[in-house]
C-alpha cells in the first residue's frame, strides 16, 4: 500500500519561503513521477508541478519563477521549495505518485500578514 506524508506547512508572511516534503512509502520511487497540488478552502484541487523520474521538472503559470521541485531519490521523498510566497498560495499541499490512486493528509500553508 501507497502511503504519502506531506510535512513542512505552516504559517508565513507574504514574501516568505517554506520547504515542503513528501516521503512515499512506494517501491520503486524514482521511477515516479511526482507532482505536487493544492486545494484552497471552497476550491477545487490545482496542479503545481511535476517531477519526471528523470528530472524533468514543469510548473503552473501561477508558480513559474517562485516556486522549485527536486527529489531524493534515496530518501524516497520530493521536495517543494516555495519563496515569495502570496496570500492566494493559502492551501493545503499535497504530492502524488503518478499514475497511484493514493493521497496523502496534506500540509497546511497560510500565507499571512
Known amino acids: 500500500q501507497v502511503q504519502l506524508v506531506e510535512s513542512g506547512g505552516g504559517s508565513v508572511q507574504p514574501g516568505g519561503s517554506l520547504r515542503l516534503s513528501c516521503e512515499a512509502s512506494?517501491?520503486?520511487?524514482?521511477?515516479?513521477?511526482m507532482d505536487w497540488y493544492r486545494q484552497a478552502p471552497g476550491k477545487e484541487r490545482e496542479w503545481v508541478a511535476f517531477i519526471s523520474s528523470g528530472g524533468s521538472t514543469n510548473y503552473a503559470d501561477s508558480v513559474q519563477g517562485r516556486f522549485f521541485i527536486s527529489r531524493d531519490n534515496g530518501r524516497n521523498t520530493v521536495y517543494l521549495r516555495m519563496s515569495g510566497l502570496k496570500p492566494e498560495d493559502t492551501a493545503v499541499y499535497y504530492c502524488?505518485?503518478?499514475?497511484?490512486?493514493?493521497w496523502g493528509k496534506g500540509t497546511l500553508v497560510t500565507v499571512s500578514s
Open positions: 512506494i517501491s520503486g520511487f524514482s521511477m515516479y513521477r
Open positions: 502524488h505518485a503518478y499514475g497511484v490512486d493514493s
